[in-house]
């Protein structure tokens, strides 16, 4: 069955740069999420998206914003990269309520 | 706001032992959803199980085996015959306004051989 496409898995990048995110949810699926989980840390919610309009937020920071396309997939940007967003975003899909089913994380490495 | 504790940050059993890991949740709403998910050393996150507050029948699958009661607010996961590859960090989380999962610590179960 398909799941969830992260890309890039692994990305480095300077400190004040840009970084883009993207994910390819699970066809059919309605919702798409993103997560961040930092080192050791539990996984929290950034921001999700209901039929590619804007549903929830959660402590995402200004810098970074998100879409969902005509297609389905969704781009997470993050601007003015600072060490702290060192971390593993994780994309995830689901259908309403149901489970909610992650893609593998991209690891983002701010130096 | 539903969540959820799980007491237990770390569990250490030899491979074959059953385990048990805890999640007691709060919550005042009449209809709510819980989910555990593992997280093995590679770092995805795997869905386990969902369960509703309708549903309080016990689930299993395999090894793993579910314990929902709303009398004492908990949600527990059994592993029986426990494995090395079933050394992982395992997350109750409960789903919140938005559909958000809120995770909460989670238990570390490490499977000696």
């Known amino acids: 069955a398909a799941g969830v496409i992260q890309s890039p898995r692994h990305l480095i990048k300077e400190k004040r740069e840009t970084a883009t995110l993207k994910c390819y949810p699970i066809p059919r699926h309605d919702t798409v999420y993103w997560y961040q989980q930092g080192p050791g840390q539990d996984p929290q919610f950034l921001i999700s998206?209901?039929?590619?309009?804007?549903?929830d937020k959660g402590s995402i920071p200004d810098r970074f914003s998100a879409q969902q396309f005509s297609d389905y997939h969704s781009e997470l940007n993050m601007s003015s990269l600072e060490l702290g967003d060192s971390a593993l975003y994780f994309c995830?899909?689901?259908?309403?309520?149901?489970?909610?089913?992650f893609g593998p994380g991209t690891r983002l490495t701010v130096l | 706001a539903q969540k959820v504790t799980q007491a237990q940050t770390e569990i250490s059993v030899v491979e074959k032992e059953d385990v048990t890991l805890d999640c007691v949740y709060e919550t005042r709403d009449t209809t709510y959803y819980l989910f555990w998910y593992k997280q093995p050393p590679s770092g995805e996150l795997v869905f386990l199980i969902r369960r509703n507050s309708f549903d309080e029948q016990n689930e299993i699958s395999g090894r793993y085996s579910w314990n929902f009661q709303k009398s004492t607010s908990s949600f527990n996961f059994t592993i029986t015959a426990s494995q090395v590859v079933d050394s992982a960090v395992y997350f109750c989380a409960p789903l919140n306004a938005g559909n958000m999962l809120t995770f909460g610590g989670g238990t570390r179960l490490m499977v000696k051989p």
């Open positions: 995830a899909s689901s259908l309403a309520t149901g489970a909610q089913y």
């Open positions: 998206f209901y039929e590619k309009m804007q549903s």
